[in-house]
Structure formats: structure tokens, C-alpha cells
């Protein structure tokens, strides 16, 4: 069909808009995967509050199987495992989106300059990135973190550093598409310079593949974040930390049946990057990408 | 041609088809009625949002999945199909109906060569392998496509527009069916190449017999391709007559509205403005009661506003929908004819740009695309040059580099006497200031993210210079001489319809005091009451602002009504330019003849067509001597392949490119056109 010549009441729009809200509501993967997300936010503020125990309290008994008094079990240290898993939300829900964070604006940033500029700019960036693409993530953190040391500060610039790449090709096609555009010209022809063309300009345009792109990372980053950690690179110890806990337990796994030290961290991980993949489905369906 | 004894191909009755939009059914089409008898092609004609296509749709049963139809028939060969289950209507499409739409592109499968592609068709009916095959090279024939066998061994995307819609056409004559719905077959073609079609159908319509519902917005085509014509207006037939009587003697005023909106019989800025069609196309979810064309009428009395005219019965089958319709004509205008003071330009003073031999070579995987070869020009305080070529030509090429968003290869453009930096980061922000262009389509030229106001606050402030608490003010003052109404100014561009959206942009182009603006096809994503409107408003602006403009367009009624001169581009080469009067009166450029004779035009008759040879040449391998000799009908002989013609004065500031003397082309073009033959028989291989 051929469009109306009328214009649209601005009522009509906020009418799309809000369908727009209602497809979201109504979708029940993007619904739980909220739901998941927004427990594992709660338990990261007041997780030491609502904790039966106190998480760094060694002063239990060791390697309890499930009871009453401990609905997780105790480790080899004594601690109780539900507490853990209850505190131990908070760090990666601290790194984790900080690195994510930190990896969007670079590439963002990146991407909006190759997509912007094409030619030799483009050409040493792309090949730079993509040269960074080819190294397997954990080797790359690791290498970095040995030489650097590390800290918290270090794994969020490590990871974001090596999202910024990834993040960068996605956001560097839908600024060429969006550079055809005839409003970039007339945007050139007002006399603006790059920056205000690149930020101003298109970057409003590209929002909805970047939030997806964002979501995604997310979900990986707090892949890296657990790796890190396990390896005994990312969050430090006192720290209840899903992965520190897995670190702490894993090799009971093998003497005996000491499961409950490992699986209940285990799931929590699990847990938080599905309902994490769950939101970034959710948002590609609705920006239709 | 048209047999009325037997029962028609095609019978609407009271057809109405709604559209379910957020829970609620939207009228779309409202009791519309017309026969196509055999062998008969008839037209549909209305602006965008009329109905035409949902009509058409309807037919085929191809409606969107949201649409309905909620009352009425349809019957194809006598026989209802409005109801018919999925097989029965796929029997339809097979045997009866074939539809041809207006983007060849997105009608074919791009994955699938072209022969197995058409083939299909015959297998569907029946045919075996061989035999289809064998079929489809006769039907690529038969739509003129010269070398079958090899067209059918290619992909869609190796072939040009033109060549893709008779690919198309061959698929849908290929089960020879009673009735062909033609949507828009030829709106993205080139002016050349849309000839071309035309003429194919109308050979393929005689030898085939086949009864035709033609559907276009373009009324010029309409005068030449049909015998009966419905002009539809917001889902309501408003008139239907013989294409003569209505076009010459419309009896609707939105017929009537329709046909002063285009700028046609050489029509000039000079001589006045354009009329127009005020208001808008009533929204699809308003009930309508009364006369649907009362609110935007200019003689609706009372009664058009309480009750619904009767179909009132003109002739024998010419009908019309309006209680005045004997008064139709006298439709009075509104907008006045005269302009504020007439436009003199004075060209005995400096040009105001100069360009020098501007020459632009594209690299393109490793081969040079010719696409601008020193081509000079020069435009003074308030005049406008119009541009007109076939796609490919170089108009637009030439207007950005004039502009500076790209760096030519070679030559140099002047601003008041002053050697511009080649691209626009060079350029200082006066220089920047001076050169504005305006889009073709204003959907992509406005950023979607930025309501109106904030659109143009940045314009004020970038080209004017003006922010804080003046630019409100001088924001309201543009807006108003661009007539776009303060309550626009909160809203996105994408709330606005095409035409309020083109005076964004056009305000935009003018928040400065630009010198000159560049109007690269500025009317023709919209409709023609709107484009009436835009075009008066560039003349309005001109006149006030002494303005030049740079003006682009395939529409050589557009360019004729406002240019003041004309340039004649053919791959990237200046082959006219003159007086606009000089270069559309004569004696012109053989290839200026032939994209003149190429248009339709509402009055009908007028020039022979010329037909050209092929397709325009590639510019990576431009032809040797006069770029144009493979195709100009007029070529004299050797000299033409080998020598390139220089650009001559052949008279008071008309400069041509030709072999063949003025007075020579002047006694030829005199002479009666019949005997005009095609230069090279063969479609170029490639």
C-alpha cells in the first residue's frame, strides 16, 4: 500500500511507542530474563543484609552437606555456601558492567570514526581491530594482567579493551548505512565539523543496534569476569565471588561428594548470563535487527 | 480494439476494502465501481493514499494480511473471486491475472537465473523441462529483448532497469492471461527507457488481446496507454470517461485541481504559478459522509458537506460525482497567478559561479568511471539552470562537486570571481554558507532523531550565525516564508507527510542567505498537487531572495516550467545548453529530440517518438568520437565515431555538441518524424 498524505498525530506516535513497551511486557523470555536480573541486582545491594549468615564468617562447621541451617551446605572453610551465593553478586555485577561500559564507548567510538572517515583511517583501524579479534580473550586478559599486575581497574580496562573491537564492526556497518544518508551531506554542507556529525548526527540513529550489541557484551563479560577470577586473576579473595568460590572448591570435586561447593556458585553464574542473553533477544527482536 | 459485446474482463462492484489498524477497521476503499471490457485498457488514476494499488490488490487477492474485503464483488470473466479459497485463487493468478509492480528489482528472485525464472512460469502450467525453456526464449522474444538466450543464462542484477522490466512483462503475458494490472510499471525507469515500456505494452496489448487496468499517478501516460480513465480520490471513484473527455474536459474539481497542478504546454515561472490542491488527503480512519473532496473543494457548498453526491451521468460513459460538475471548470484558483515582480536576470555583470571544466573520474575495482568530462557553466544572481539527463549522466555528480562533498579531478569552480577550495573541509564557513542544497528525498535528508525546531535552531545558528533568543524569532520568520505552520515545529520529521517534510529541508537550505541553492530532484518523491505547491514556493523564495539555482530533474515540464537555461548532460558531457526556450523549441541536440519525444504529455500527440538505440553506454568504456553516435538517430557517418564534436555557440548563448550544422538539424527537425530510424538494431551485449 501506498503511504497516507496526512501527517501523523504525535498521539499515533506515542501509541507506537507504547506498543512498542507492551511487545516487550508481553514477550516472556524478555520478561524473565528481567525478572532473573533484577534478583541478582537486589542481592548485589543487600546481599550481605539479607544473608542468613554472615558470608565471610569462617566460623561453621566444614563441608556440611544441605540442612535446615545451611539450605547450601558449609565449604572446606566453613562458610556458608547459601550466604555466598547470596553476597556474591555484588563484584561482577560491578566489573562486569563497568567493563561492558567501558567496551561500548570505545566502540562506539571506533566505529563511528571508521564507518565516518572509510579510506586509510578505516583501513589501519579495521585491520588493527581485527588483528585484536583473532587472539583468543583470556589469553590476551592474561598476558596483560601478569605484565601490568592486577586489580579490579585492570580487569575492567582489559576486557573493555578487548570488547572495544568487537563492538566497533557492529556499530562501524550501521554507521555505513547510515552515512548515505542524505541529512549527513546536508549536515556537511552547514559547515559541521566531523565530531559533530559523527555524535550528534548519527550516533542518535545507530542507538538501537549499539543497546543490543551492549546487552550481548554483557552477557560475555561476565563470562570473562568468571574466568578471570577462577584463574585467580580478577576478583580477589576475601570476596564471596561465584567464580572465587568455584576457585576455592573445585578440587573437592574429585575426592569426594562435596558437590554443593561448586554447583550452587555455578548456577548463579549460569543464571545471570541467560537472563542477560534473554534481555539482549528481547531488545534485537524489538529494534528489529 | 475494445469488444463491449461480451462480458467484461474485470467488474467491481461497490468493492470496499478496509485495512485493521490497531483494532479498528480503516475505509480504504469506498464503494468503488468499474468494468475493463475485453481487450480494453483502463486507467487508474489519484494521488498517493487514493486506494489505487489496495484496489489492485484486492483483485489478485494479495491484500496484506490486515486487510479486508468488507463489501462488494469482483469479478474476473464473469466470475465472483471475492471468497475464493487459496487454491482457487492460485488457479486465478495462474490462468487469469498477472500483475507487473513498479520496482523490476523486487519482482525478481535475485538468486535465480533468468531463464529458469521465467521457465517456472510455464512449468507451473504444465510444461515440461524442454519445453519451458523452449517457451521462455520465444517469450523474452517477444518482448523485444534481442538476445534471448544469453539474457536468460544471467542474474536479475546484470540486468538494467529497463531490460528487468521486460523480463517481468514476459512472466506475466507468459499464461496469456485475460487481464494484466500494471502498477506503476514504469515510475522508476528513466524517461528513455519508460518510452520504451510503454511502447512494448502497447504492441503486446494489441497482439495479445489482453484487457489492461493501468495504475500510475503520471497523467501523461495515462493520455498515451489508455482509452477509459477512473480517477480515484480517497477510496471513491470521483470521475470515469473516456481518457479524451477527461483529460480535456474533466468535470470533477479534483480533476480538474489534478491537471492545473502540473506544469505542462510550456509553462513558465514567469508567466505565473502553479495551481494547487489546498489541504490534505483526508486520514484513513476519518468517516466520511459527505462529498470525500468537499473539504479541499473550492466550490463545495453546503450541500457537498451534508450528503454524498449521486454518480451524475455526464454522456453515455462519462460520469463524475460532484453536484457542480457542470461548473467543475470554473474551479477557482488558489493561489494567485501573479509573482511579486518579475524576474530579470542580468547577465552582462560577472556570473555568480563559474565552472571551469569540471571533470570527476570515479575508480571503481580497479576500472576509471568517466563520470563528469570538462564540464563548464556559469550561473547568475537569481536565475536557474536546469539539468536534465538519462540516470547516469552526471547532473548529480556535477551539482556535489560543485558543492564540494567530493574533490574533482580536474577544474575548478569560482564563487564571485574567487577559486573555491576543491572540498568542503577546505572551504570557509562564508563560502560554506553561500551553497545549500535541496534533497530529492527529504525522508533521508532529514535526521529522524531531531524534532523540527532543533533541525532548524542548528541551521540558524551554523549558516546565520543567530542563537539564544533572536533565533527563535528569525525560526518562526522561516518557517513562515517557507509556510510550514509553528505547531510542526515540535515534531519529528518522520510525523510530517512528504511535502511539509520538504519544506523543512527547504528552510533549512535557506537559513542563511544562501546564493545559490542546488534542487537535486526536489518534487519528485511527491505528489503532483504537492510538487505544484514546492515548486511555487522555489519561485516565491527566488524572486524575493535572488536566489540561483542549480535545478535537477528527469521531469522535463518541472525543469521547463522553472529554468530560466538549460543543460543537456550525456555520460558526464555537456551536449546542450541554452535558453530554456531555445533548447525545448528547437532545433536542438538530436539527443535533446529524443528525451523530449520520449515524454508523454497530457495533451496527447505533439512530437513523434524517437526511439534510442539500447541502453546508455558504460562510463568506464565511453564510445569513441561523439559519445552519443551509438545511439543518435541522426548520425551522419564516419566523423561521428571518430572525431568528438566541439561544444559550439550556434546561437545567442545557445552552445551545442553536434557534427551537424545548426541550420541542417533545423531543416530535419522541421520535417516530419516518421521516417526517424533507430541507429544500431542490436541491444548492446552487456
Known sequence: MSTVATIVQPSEIRIARRETRRQLLRSKTFMAGVIIIAFWVFCAIFGYRIAPHDPLSQAFPQLQGLSRAYPFGTDQLGRDVFSRVLAGARDILIVAPLATLLGVVGGTTIGLVTGYFRGLTDDVISRIVDAVLSLPLIVIAVTVLVALGH??????????????????????????????????????????????????????????????????????????????????????????????????????????????????????????VVAVNLVADGLARVFGR | MTDRGAAPTLELKDLEVVYRVRGRDRQVVRGVSFTIAAGETYGLVGESGCGKSTTALAVVGYLASNGRIRGGSICVAGRDVVGLSNRALRHLRTN?????????????????????????????????????????????????????????????????????????????????????????????LDATVEAEVLDLIQHL??????????????????????????????????????????????????????????????????????????????????????????????????????????????????????????????LPRTTPPELGQPILVDRSKAPLLAVKELTKTFEQNGRRIHALEAVSAALWPGETLGLVGESGSGKTTFARAVLGLFAPTGGTVELDAHVLPPTLSRRTQADVRELQIVFQNPDSALNRRHAVRSILRRSLKKLAGISGAPAEERLLMLAGSVRLAERYLTVRPNQLSGGLKQRVAIARAFAGEPRLVVCDEPTSALDVSVQAAILNLLVDLQVQRWVAYLFISHDLGVVRYISDRIAVLYLGRLMEMGPAEVVFDGPHHPYTEALLSAVPTIDGGGRARIKLAGEIPSAAAPPTGCVFHTRCHRRIGAICDEKEPPLVEVGPGHLMRCHIPIEELRRLQAQPQEAAQVAGTKQPAA
Open chain 1, 151 to 272: 586489580s579490579t581497574l585492570t580487569v575492567i580496562v582489559v576486557i573493555g579493551l578487548v570488547f572495544a573491537p568487537i563492538v566497533s564492526r557492529t556499530v562501524r556497518a550501521a554507521v555505513l548505512a547510515e552515512r548515505q544518508l542524505d541529512y549527513v551531506s546536508a549536515s556537511r554542507l552547514q559547515g559541521e565539523r566531523a565530531p559533530y556529525v559523527m555524535f550528534v548526527e548519527i550516533l542518535p540513529n545507530v542507538f538501537g543496534p549499539i543497546v543490543v550489541e551492549a546487552t550481548v557484551r554483557l552477557g560475555y563479560a561476565i563470562f570473562a569476569v568468571a574466568g578471570l577470577t577462577f584463574l585467580g586473576f580478577g576478583v580477589q579473595p576475601p570476596s564471596p565471588d561465584w567464580a572465587l568460590q568455584i576457585a576455592d572448591n573445585y578440587t573437592l570435586l574429585g575426592a569426594g561428594t562435596y558437590w554443593w561447593t561448586v554447583l550452587f556458585p555455578a548456577l548463579a553464574i549460569i543464571s545471570l
Open chain 2, 96 to 188: 487469469d491475472v498477472s500483475m507487473v509492480y513498479q520496482n523490476p528489482a523486487e519482482a525478481l528472485n535475485p538468486s535465480i537465473r533468468i531463464g529458469e525464472q521465467v521457465a517456472e512460469v510455464f512449468r507451473v502450467r504444465g510444461a515440461g523441462r524442454e519445453e519451458a525453456l523452449e517457451r521462455t526464449l520465444q517469450a523474452l522474444a517477444k518482448v523485444q529483448i534481442a538476445d534471448p538466450g544469453s539474457v536468460m543464462a544471467r542474474y536479475p542484477h546484470q540486468l538494467s532497469g529497463g531490460m528487468q522490466q521486460r523480463v517481468v512483462i514476459a512472466m506475466a503475458l507468459a499464461n496469456d492471461p485475460g487481464l494484466l494490472i500494471l502498477d506503476e510499471p514504469t515510475t522508476s
Open chain 2, 205 to 330: 496489448q494489441a497482439e495479445f488481446r489482453t484487457s489492461v487496468l493501468f495504475i500510475t499517478h503520471n497523467l501523461g501516460v495515462i493520455a498515451k496507454m489508455c482509452e477509459r480513465v477512473g480517477v480515484l480520490y480517497a477510496g471513491r471513484l470521483v470521475e470515469e470517461g473516456p481518457v479524451s473527455e477527461v483529460l480535456k474536459g474533466p468535470r470533477h474539481p479534483y480533476t480538474v485541481g489534478l491537471l492545473r497542478c502540473v506544469p505542462r504546454g510550456g509553462a513558465r515561472k514567469d508567466r505565473g504559478r502553479l495551481d494547487t490542491i489546498p489541504g490534505f488527503l483526508p486520514s484513513i480512519d476519518e468517516e466520511l459522509r459527505a462529498c470525500v473532496f468537499a473539504p479541499r473543494c473550492g466550490l463545495a457548498q453546503d450541500i457537498c458537506r451534508a450528503t454524498e453526491p449521486p454518480l451524475y451521468q455526464i454522456t453515455e460513459d462519462h460520469s463524475s460525482r460532484c453536484y457542480f460538475h457542470e461548473r467543475a471548470q470554473d
